[in-house]
């Protein structure tokens, strides 16, 4: 018998683009939704087309991934009869996604007011830049963008250089994992405790800001502004990002004072415990400079496979800097199943993070990788809604699907 999933009879329309919004509707899909990501037609997600080294120019690594589990149907939602189609969709779902600049799906009469008179119980997720309302509303927004603007980005990289962004939009991330929450909070609220739907208003930025942590209290407090300062901790040494003898580089985590006893224990230098410069905490944050050298001194003197070993048994927080390559043959990623290989017939073998987090009872799911542009057209028309072949073929003709 099939495990059910936790949002088996969930259905999510996904009409937004790119990231933001969509990697929610990815979350609920991983979960059992069922989700119908609604793509232009012709075109489709732009997510499709970012850059890949391999792939169809149809389907990019990006959408295999982050679409999985969605159902393709095309819709023309700029015309009036792609708008009554969607409103037909609407009446059948549970929620809607989307990430269009505050406005446009009001010029299209697709708003959080006209949808709710279609159907009162809906939970509409509504991603954007700056949010629904404020004097940013209407300006666009991206995620170096929205990393900028979160204060997120500008303590971030060294002292003498351009705050850096992150390798992976962080901010499309976020937002996308905080709007699945919203939606998940909306659905408890709404077939738990008896209320209706509500629209989920969520700015691309504000996910990020809110894990800025203690940045605003400083400020307002004692009017710190948190500067760059590379890989160091601010609050503890020895902290940062060092070199082995061998070439690999490192993270070390040995703030505490039991853990700096530790540290310099399997280093084999257990005397630097008692020496009074390095005791206690406030006196390695004070002696940072000499002591990180000190530390990095040491780990270039030793092959990553020893440190790690020492490390490992002395119990020390330490672990490499991973590259996809270096991913790929940890035997920690392997045993966790954190990578899963689904199988496509066009792309054969796709080998992709697994659905977290894991739920014991009632683990995800993944089916299918990023379908391709329409391919569940004839399903959701025909099956859902009772269009009939004959009737699916104008539409497409007249440029509705």
Same mark, same amino acid.
């Given at each position: 018998?099939?495990?059910?999933? #936790? $949002?088996? !009879?969930?259905?999510?329309?996904?009409?937004?683009?790119?990231?933001? =919004?969509?990697?929610?509707?990815?979350? $609920? =899909?991983?979960? /059992?939704?069922?989700?119908?990501?609604?793509?232009?037609? !012709?075109? /489709?997600?732009?997510?499709? =087309?970012?850059?890949?080294?391999?792939?169809?120019?149809?389907?990019?690594?990006?959408?295999?991934?982050?679409?999985?589990?969605?159902?393709?149907?095309?819709?023309?939602?700029?015309?009036?009869?792609?708008?009554?189609?969607?409103?037909?969709?609407?009446?059948?779902?549970?929620?809607?996604?989307?990430?269009?600049?505050?406005? +446009?799906?009001?010029?299209?009469?697709?708003?959080?007011?006209?949808?709710?008179?279609?159907?009162?119980?809906? *939970?509409?997720?509504?991603?954007?830049?700056?949010?629904?309302?404020?004097?940013?509303?209407?300006?666009?927004?991206?995620?170096?963008?929205?990393?900028?603007?979160?204060? @997120?980005?500008?303590?971030?990289?060294?002292?003498?250089?351009?705050?850096?962004?992150?390798?992976?939009?962080?901010?499309? @991330?976020?937002?996308?994992?905080?709007? %699945?929450?919203?939606?998940?909070?909306?659905?408890?609220?709404?077939?738990?405790?008896?209320?209706?739907?509500?629209?989920?208003?969520?700015? $691309?930025?504000?996910?990020?800001?809110?894990?800025?942590?203690?940045?605003?209290?400083?400020?307002?407090?004692? /009017?710190?502004?948190?500067?760059?300062?590379?890989?160091?901790?601010?609050?503890?040494?020895?902290?940062? +990002?060092?070199?082995?003898?061998?070439?690999?580089?490192?993270? *070390?985590?040995?703030?505490?004072?039991?853990?700096?006893?530790?540290?310099?224990?399997?280093?084999?230098?257990?005397?630097?415990?008692?020496?009074?410069? @390095?005791?206690?905490?406030?006196?390695?944050? %004070?002696?940072?400079?000499?002591?990180?050298?000190?530390?990095?001194?040491?780990?270039? &003197? &030793?092959?990553?496979?020893?440190?790690?070993?020492?490390?490992?048994?002395?119990?020390?927080?330490?672990?490499?800097?991973?590259?996809?390559?270096?991913?790929?043959?940890?035997?920690?990623? %392997?045993?966790?199943?954190?990578?899963?290989?689904?199988?496509?017939?066009?792309?054969?073998?796709? *080998?992709?993070?697994?659905?977290? #987090?894991? $739920?014991?009872?009632?683990?995800?799911?993944?089916?299918?990788?990023?379908?391709?542009? !329409?391919? &569940?057209?004839?399903?959701?028309?025909?099956?859902?809604?009772?269009?009939?072949?004959?009737?699916?073929?104008?539409?497409?003709?007249?440029?509705?699907?």
């Amino acid at each position: 018998m099939t495990t059910p999933l #936790p $949002l088996d !009879g969930i259905r999510v329309l996904d009409i937004g683009t790119l990231i933001a =919004g969509p990697f929610g509707a990815t979350m $609920l =899909g991983d979960f /059992g939704a069922e989700v119908i990501k609604v793509e232009q037609p !012709g075109r /489709g997600d732009a997510l499709r =087309g970012t850059p890949q080294p391999n792939g169809t120019a149809s389907r990019s690594t990006n959408w295999l991934v982050e679409a999985r589990n969605k159902k393709s149907v095309t819709l023309n939602l700029r015309i009036r009869e792609g708008q009554a189609l969607l409103k037909e969709l609407v009446m059948h779902a549970d929620v809607v996604v989307e990430n269009f600049t505050p406005g +446009t799906l009001e010029r299209w009469g697709l708003g959080w007011e006209d949808l709710r008179q279609v159907n009162p119980q809906l *939970i509409m997720l509504r991603v954007s830049g700056y949010g629904q309302e404020g004097p940013y509303s209407k300006r666009a927004g991206y995620d170096r963008i929205a990393l900028g603007f979160s204060g @997120y980005m500008y303590p971030t990289g060294f002292p003498d250089r351009f705050p850096v962004r992150p390798a992976f939009p962080t901010a499309d @991330y976020n937002t996308g994992a905080f709007g %699945a929450l919203a939606v998940m909070f909306a659905l408890y609220q709404r077939d738990v405790q008896g209320g209706e739907g509500q629209m989920i208003d969520l700015a $691309l930025y504000e996910p990020t800001f809110r894990i800025t942590a203690n940045m605003m209290p400083n400020f307002f407090r004692d /009017g710190e502004v948190r500067e760059r300062i590379g890989n160091r901790n601010p609050t503890f040494s020895p902290a940062g +990002t060092f070199e082995t003898k061998d070439g690999k580089l490192v993270q *070390i985590a040995a703030g505490g004072d039991n853990v700096f006893q530790r540290l310099v224990a399997a280093m084999g230098m257990p005397e630097l415990a008692e020496d009074k410069r @390095y005791s206690v905490s406030r006196e390695r944050i %004070a002696r940072a400079d000499e002591l990180e050298a000190l530390l990095a001194d040491w780990v270039k &003197h &030793h092959d990553f496979t020893e440190i790690d070993r020492r490390f490992a048994e002395g119990n020390v927080p330490f672990g490499g800097i991973y590259t996809a390559a270096d991913i790929s043959e940890d035997p920690h990623y %392997a045993a966790r199943s954190n990578l899963e290989t689904i199988k496509d017939e066009e792309e054969g073998d796709i *080998i992709m993070p697994a659905v977290i #987090p894991k $739920l014991k009872g009632t683990p995800g799911k993944i089916s299918h990788a990023g379908p391709a542009i !329409g391919a &569940h057209n004839s399903q959701i028309y025909g099956k859902l809604l009772g269009r009939s072949e004959t009737e699916l073929d104008q539409m497409k003709e007249d440029g509705v699907i």
